[in-house]
């Protein structure tokens, strides 16, 4: 009998081991789905955030895309990156890629570095030289991984929303990092379609210079000897004006895709909770048969 009551003894802790090392208890997938649940409540709302600040910048980006139409007739309409071939750019560019300071945004910076590296690849390929100035802590994280050498300067921690003195502030980054020395200005930014869609787009910027047929702004006149200055001013209010539309196109393209990505993750979370709820309770119905078994176990052994 004292036998019978020490292997009884013994057996639930030799049972409990081996559930602790080889399976998760109750206690654990208890407290999986509560950390679980907490999550989902964060990414839902992050989500709501993300649809409040999209509004802000959906009315912005409209605001920016008549604001910068002038530049059209000097730039050219914007470019897809995907299956672009580069054989437009000229021989020597400084590439600004427009990344974001934050994660948790779906594909968004990864998908602007991956252009800048295809890029920097094909123009090499093509005999072309390229430098670049990042903007956004996530995409110089990425990019100096492989194209350390190639950056020349680096702009993190940007206001946001972006404002027209920002714009006005790094387009003089811009210069002072010697943008004139450059035959063009490639910004590389996520352009915004809708809440669903967003697309990679690059603008060309060369500068206002020339001779001949390719002497810019023929058709307007100009006070002697000022036309250079003029011309020199006129390049940098381009640039800004330029950066301007991107970063309101890549604000609202980056709450977008936030906001798709915390529906996800929040759906996600949901099918991992369902998951373990059934897992939970599970252990749960086997715990109880377990003791069931051994209650008429005994009574049986008493009985005997």
């Known amino acids: 009998m004292a036998l019978r009551l020490a292997a009884q003894r013994a057996a639930p802790r030799g049972f409990s081991k081996i559930i602790a090392r080889g399976m998760a208890t109750e206690k654990q997938i208890f407290n999986q789905i509560q950390s679980t649940k907490n999550i989902q409540k964060i990414t839902s709302s992050m989500k709501m955030v993300s649809a409040a600040k999209l509004k802000g910048d959906e009315n912005r980006l409209a605001v920016a895309i008549p604001f910068n139409s002038w530049t059209t007739e000097l730039c050219g309409e914007p470019k897809e990156m995907e299956d672009a071939t580069y054989?437009?750019?000229?021989?020597?560019?400084?590439?600004?890629?427009?990344?974001?300071?934050?994660?948790?945004?779906?594909?968004v910076n990864s998908f602007i570095t991956r252009g800048v590296k295809t890029c920097v690849t094909k123009m090499h390929e093509q005999g072309k030289e390229c430098d670049i100035v990042v903007i956004g802590d996530k995409g110089r994280g990425q990019l100096r991984r492989v194209h350390g050498d190639l950056i020349k300067r680096s702009a993190t921690d940007v206001v946001a929303p972006g404002t027209f003195n920002l714009a006005a502030a790094l387009?003089?980054?811009l210069v002072a990092a010697g943008v004139t020395d450059y035959d063009a200005v490639v910004i590389m930014y996520n352009s915004y379609v809708n809440p669903a869609?967003?697309?990679?787009k690059y603008?060309?910027?060369?500068?206002?210079?020339?001779?001949?047929?390719?002497?810019?702004?023929?058709?307007?006149e100009f006070e002697p000897d000022t036309k250079s200055e003029i011309m020199t001013d006129l390049y940098?209010?381009?640039?800004?004006?330029?950066?301007?539309?991107?970063?309101?196109?890549?604000?609202?393209?980056e709450q977008s895709s936030r906001m798709a990505a915390m529906e996800n993750a929040s759906k996600n979370a949901g099918?991992?909770?369902?998951?373990?709820?059934?897992?939970?309770?599970r252990a749960r119905q086997a715990r109880i048969t377990t003791e069931l078994i051994e209650i008429i176990s005994g009574a049986s052994a008493l009985e005997g």
């Not at 869609?197 to 990679?200: A, C, L, N, S």
């Not at 603008?203 to 002497?215: A, H, M, S, T, V």
């Open 236 to 253: 940098e209010y381009l640039l800004t004006s330029q950066l301007f539309h991107s970063f309101m196109d890549g604000a609202a393209a």
């Open 271 to 281: 099918e991992m909770i369902d998951s373990l709820t059934l897992q939970y309770n």
């Open 87 to 107: 054989d437009d750019l000229p021989q020597k560019c400084l590439l600004v890629p427009i990344t974001s300071d934050k994660g948790l945004c779906g594909g």
């Open 171 to 173: 387009s003089s980054e």
């Open 197 to 200: 869609v967003y697309k990679q």
């Open 203 to 220: 603008k060309i910027i060369q500068p206002l210079g020339g001779e001949g047929e390719d002497e810019p702004m023929l058709a307007y």
